[in-house]
C-alpha cells in the first residue's frame, strides 16, 4: 500500500476545506478561530482511501495571504497537490502565489479542481475554464488535468477521485525508506498522561518505536515513546507518511515549526547557507546584495540576509548564487527546497536549492567560489561515486572497481570516499588488498533486516544464543564476500548493535529463556548424566517426556556453552567436573607411567571398555594424551 500525501492550495474561501470534508466527510478546521472565520489559518489534516486501497492523506492549507508561511510548511513531502479554483471567481491573487511557491518547492503532479460549480451556468463555468487554460499556459501546471466538481452538492467528486487514483498510481514514486529519517515539525502539543506530542509528514526513512532520534536545532535526544499514522497506533511509520509521535525528554516548549526530527549526528546546525536562488519571472522586484528576506524551508520561516556571490542585483526570470546569512540556526542537507518572500511588505519572489548546507562566509566575486558551487550544482565526482556505491548494495564495492567505473585515477577516488565517509554518507571497509565501500543508506537497511530477523529468530528459538553467523550471511548477505562480512560483523558487535557468543549473533541485550520447559530438560540431562557417572548414556537414548528433540537439542547447547557438560565423542556427553577429574587423573598417572592403556583408563574409572576408549579420544582431543603405537595405547601429549 501507498502512502500518499495530497494538499490543497489556492485563494482563501474557494472551498477547499469544504472540498475537503467531502472527499473524507471529515473537518479539518482545528482551531476555535477558524470555525468562527470560515478561514484555515493552521494546517489541518485528514485522510480517506482510495478505492484501489491506497491510503491517502490530505492537508488543507491556508489561502489568505497572511497565512502564505502555513501554506509553505503544508507543502512539505506532498505528491500531489489540488489546485482549488472557484468556478463563481476564478483565478485570484493568492492562486498565483501559490503556483509561483509549488514551482519553486519542486511539485510536479497537481490537478486543477473548478469547485462551487453549482453556483454559475454552463457558459460562465466555459469561460472561466478558458480563462484558467490562459493563465496556466507555460507552467508546469500547463497538461494538469481540469475537473468540475461541487463540494456542496457532490457533482464531480467520483471523478476527481478516480483522477487522484490514477495520477497517484501511475506517476508517484515511493519514497526513500532506507535513508535517514528527516521528519519537519509543523506542530507541536502536550496531552496529559504522554507528554509531548508532535506531527508533521516524514520526508524520508524510518521512525520505530524505542528509536532515539535528535531534535534539531536546540540538540536535545529524545526516545520514541509512541507513534500514530493515521489515528492507528503503530510500532513504525516510513516517509511519505502523516505522523503523531510522542516524545520523551522534551519539553513542548522548547520545540517550535521549522524543527527537524532526526538521527543524532546526521545534520549540522547553521546559520549560512550557500544556494542557487531564482527570481520568479512574475517578480516586480529586483534583488539586490545584503537584502533582508523572510527565507522558507521545509517549515521553517527565518529571516535572513542575501549576500549575491556573482552578480550585483538578480531580477525577474534571473538567477544566482547567493549565500543566506539566516538570523537563527537550521540544519538541512544539501538539495533542499526553498521560497524567499520580501521582507517588507511580504510578497514571494523567488527560491531555489540548498547547494552547502554548512559553508564557510564567502566574500564577493571569487573565482574559487564560484567554480565549487557550479560543480556542486551540476554534481562532484564524489556525487558520482556515492551513486555507483548504492548501486552496489548486496555486495559493496571496491575502491578499485569505482576507479575503473568512473575513469577516476585512485587518488582521486581515495579523496572522494574519504570526502562522502566523513559527510556520513558512505562507509569504509579496509581489507588487505582493497578497500570495500558501503553507502549508509544500504548499511541502515541491512542493519534493519538483520535485527529484525534476529528478533523473529529468538522469538522462535528462546533456547538457543542467536543464529549462526554462517546462516546470516547465507540469509542475507550471501553476496557479500566472507571476510568483508565478517569484518561488518565485528564492527556492529564493536559498536554494540548486535551481541554475539560464539558463532551466535543476537540482538543486544538478550538472554537464552530459562524457563520450566528449560529447568525440567536441562535437570533431566544433568541428573542422568550424573548417575551415570563414567558409564556414560548415550544423548539419543535420554527421553524429554513430550519435548521436542529441536527444543532439548538447544538446550543441550545451553549447557555446553556454559560448560555444564562436555561432549565426549559422539553422541556421549558427560558434567565437565567428571571430564575436569579425568584429566587430572590420567595426568597423574601419566606421570608415574610414561604409557597408559584404555584398559587402564576402564579400571581407573569403574567402567567399560566402550566408555573408556571415548574418555581417552577425548583426553586426544585437548591434547592431554596422544597415540603411541598400539590402538588402545596412549602417551604423554
Known amino acids: 500500500m501507498k502512502n500518499i500525501i495530497i ?148 457533482e464531480g467528486l467520483g471523478v476527481l477521485v478516480e483522477t487522484i487514483e490514477h495520477m497517484t498510481r501511475d506517476e508517484v514514486v515511493q519514497k526513500d525508506i532506507t535513508t535517514i529519517p528527516r521528519l519537519p515539525i509543523d506542530r507541536a502539543f502536550s496531552l496529559s498522561g504522554f507528554g509531548t506530542i508532535i506531527t508533521g509528514t516524514l520526508l524520508t526513512g524510518t521512525i520505530s518505536k524505542e528509536d532515539t532520534l535528535e531534535m534539531y536545532p536546540i540538540g536535545k535526544t529524545s526516545k520514541i515513546r509512541s507513534i500514530q499514522v493515521h489515528g492507528e497506533d503503530k510500532e513504525r511509520c516510513y516517509a511519505g507518511q502523516r505522523v503523531a509521535i510522542n516524545l520523551s525528554n522534551i519539553k513542548k516548549r522548547e520545540i517550535s515549526r521549522g524543527c527537524v526530527l532526526a538521527p543524532p549526528d546526521s545534520m549540522k ?76 511588505p511580504m510578497e514571494t519572489i523567488g527560491g531555489g536549492v540548498v547547494l552547502e548546507p554548512n559553508p564557510s562566509i564567502h566574500k564577493r566575486f571569487q573565482e574559487q567560489v564560484i567554480r565549487e558551487l557550479e560543480q ?33 585515477s585512485m587518488e582521486e577516488v581515495v579523496a572522494d570516499v574519504e570526502e562522502l565517509a566523513e559527510e556520513g554518507r558512505v562507509q569504509t571497509f ?79 541485550g538478550y538472554q537464552v529463556r530459562k524457563d520450566e520447559i528449560y529447568e525440567k530438560v536441562s535437570g533431566t540431562m544433568l541428573r542422568t548424566m550424573k548417575e551415570a557417572n563414567y558409564d556414560f548414556v548415550r544423548y539419543s537414548e535420554m527421553e524429554f517426556k513430550g519435548k521436542s528433540a529441536e527444543v532439548a537439542d538447544d538446550i ?19 558434567l565437565s567436573e567428571y571430564m575436569d577429574r579425568a584429566k587430572e587423573r590420567i595426568g597423574d598417572k601419566l606421570s608415574e607411567n610414561p604409557v597408559i592403556t584404555i584398559a587402564e583408563v576402564r579400571d581407573m574409572f569403574q567402567t567399560s571398555r566402550k566408555s573408556a576408549k571415548p574418555i581417552l579420544e577425548y583426553m586426544d582431543s585437548i591434547k592431554v594424551t596422544k597415540k603411541a603405537g598400539a590402538e588402545s595405547e596412549r602417551v604423554k601429549y
Open 7 to 154: 494538499g490543497t492550495a489556492g485563494h482563501i474561501d474557494h472551498g477547499k476545506t469544504t472540498l475537503i470534508k467531502a472527499l473524507t466527510g471529515r473537518n479539518t478546521d482545528r482551531w476555535e478561530e477558524e470555525q468562527k472565520r470560515g478561514i484555515t489559518i493552521d494546517l489541518g489534516f485528514t485522510w480517506f482511501d482510495l478505492p484501489g486501497g491506497d491510503r491517502a492523506g490530505i492537508i488543507d492549507v491556508p489561502g489568505h495571504e497572511k497565512f502564505i508561511n502555513n501554506m509553505v510548511a503544508g507543502v512539505v513531502g506532498m505528491d500531489l497537490v489540488m489546485l482549488v479554483i472557484a468556478a463563481d471567481e476564478g483565478v485570484m491573487p493568492q492562486t498565483r502565489e501559490h503556483m509561483d511557491i509549488l514551482q519553486l518547492l519542486g511539485i510536479e503532479k497537481s490537478i486543477i479542481v473548478l469547485n462551487k460549480c453549482d453556483l454559475v451556468d454552463e457558459e460562465w463555468l466555459e469561460l472561466v475554464e478558458e480563462e484558467v487554460k490562459e493563465e496556466l499556459a507555460g507552467t508546469f501546471l500547463e497538461h494538469a488535468p481540469v475537473v468540475k466538481v461541487s463540494a456542496a452538492t457532490g
Open 269 to 344: 546546525n547553521t546559520d549560512l547557507l550557500d544556494v542557487k536562488l531564482n527570481v520568479l519571472d512574475s517578480s516586480m522586484r529586483v534583488l539586490t546584495n545584503h537584502t533582508r528576506l523572510h527565507f522558507f524551508t521545509g517549515t521553517s520561516e527565518i529571516l535572513c540576509r542575501a549576500v549575491l556571490l556573482d552578480k550585483e542585483e538578480i531580477g525577474p526570470g534571473e538567477s544566482g548564487y547567493v549565500q543566506l546569512r539566516l538570523e537563527e540556526e537550521i540544519a538541512l542537507r544539501r538539495g533542499d527546497k526553498f521560497v524567499v518572500r520580501f521582507y517588507s
Open 376 to 408: 556542486k550544482e551540476s554534481g562532484s565526482s564524489a556525487d558520482v561515486i556515492e551513486l555507483h556505491v548504492k548501486e552496489h548494495g548486496d555486495t559493496m564495492i571496491t575502491q578499485a572497481e569505482l576507479a575503473r567505473l568512473t575513469a577516476l
Open 430 to 508: 579496509a581489507m588487505r588488498k582493497d578497500t570495500y565501500v558501503w553507502h549508509s543508506d544500504s548499511e541502515r537497511q541491512a542493519r534493519m533486516v538483520l535485527l529484525e530477523a534476529l528478533k523473529e529468530y529468538e522469538k522462535k528459538y528462546p533456547y538457543r544464543y542467536g543464529m549462526k553467523k554462517a546462516e546470516v550471511q547465507m540469509t542475507y548477505f550471501k553476496k557479500m564476500k566472507p571476510n568483508v562480512f565478517d569484518r561488518y560483523v565485528a564492527g556492529i558487535e564493536e559498536a554494540g548493535v548486535i551481541q554475539r557468543v560464539d558463532e551466535f549473533l543476537s540482538t543486544p
Open 556 to 574: 543441550l547447547n545451553i549447557l555446553l556453552e556454559e560448560h555444564q557438560v562436555v561432549k565426549v565423542t559422539d553422541d556421549m556427553y558427560t
